[in-house]
T-cell receptor, first 117, second 115 residues
Framework: AQKITQTQPGMFVQEKEAVTLDCTYD???????LFWYKQPSSGEMIFLIY??????QNATEGRYSLNFQKARKSANLVISASQLGDSAMYFC??????????????FGAGTRLAVHP | ETGVTQSPTHLIKTRGQQVTLRCSSQ?????VSWYQQALGQGPQFIFQ???????GRGNFPPRFSGLQFPNYSSELNVNALELDDSALYLC??????????????FGPGTRLLVL
């Protein structure tokens, strides 16, 4: 069965420093997609970054980068130059298959990030 | 471009009642997925609708049902509410097309409390 594991229930980081949030996944599929979402206390899930299983380069979106290590089945999120507004829950999610068809996301339990001034 | 919207934002019901939650998909999207997020957990997939038909279902009982309308908006209906149905219900929309990667974009959610 497909599974996402986030082993850090909570993380603290000083403002302007970088932080890495861990995510490991388990799947027998060759084609899959990995996503990171941010959930502030308001509840809305905000899409941050995507990595496809066949992508050779690590994905980057502004201050967010995804450290994708396929052989280790890990997809860690790196946030550079942390800001106070980065304080939120962060969820790693996996989609089976890459395009079209059934599009179910499997989520991890999340990591709560607190950015301190 | 309007994002995903959901209504109502909050709802209080009593056990045994029925509830309908609504979702308007992002402009240009044709697929809607619903998730249940219990307190302190990650979202759990309920079902997905594509072109007005259920396109997949998670491990939820039949009292969870849904609809998708021609304008791609959607409803989630829950009958015979139980205390454990108390959760944040998230709707996500995406554009399903051949050969393209899909990203689900979420609405703000509806917080349901069952007493």
């Amino acid at each position: 069965a497909q599974k996402i594991t986030q082993t850090q229930p909570g993380m603290f980081v000083q403002e302007k420093e970088a932080v890495t949030l861990d995510c490991t996944y388990d799947t027998s599929d060759q084609s899959y997609g990995l996503f990171w979402y941010k959930q502030p206390s308001s509840g809305e899930m905000i899409f941050l970054i995507y990595q496809g299983s066949y992508d050779e380069q690590n994905a980057t979106e502004g201050r967010y980068s995804l450290n994708f290590q396929k052989a280790r089945k890990s997809a860690n999120l790196v946030i550079s130059a942390s800001q106070l507004g980065d304080s939120a829950m962060y969820f790693c999610a996996m989609r089976e298959g890459l395009t079209g068809g059934y599009n179910k996301l499997i989520f991890g339990a999340g990591t709560r990030l607190a950015v301190h001034p | 471009e309007t994002g995903v919207t959901q209504s109502p934002t909050h709802l209080i019901k009593t056990r045994g009642q029925q509830v309908t939650l609504r979702c308007s998909s992002q402009s240009g999207h044709n697929t809607v997925s619903w998730y249940q997020q219990a307190l302190g957990q990650g979202p759990q997939f309920i079902f997905q609708y594509y072109r007005e038909e259920e396109n997949g279902r998670g491990n939820f009982p039949p009292r969870f049902s849904g609809l998708q309308f021609p304008n791609y908006s959607s409803e989630l209906n829950v009958n015979a509410l139980e205390l454990d149905d108390s959760a944040l219900y998230l709707c996500a929309s995406s554009l399903s097309r051949v050969g393209a990667q899909e990203t689900q974009y979420f609405g703000p959610g509806t917080r349901l409390l069952v007493l």
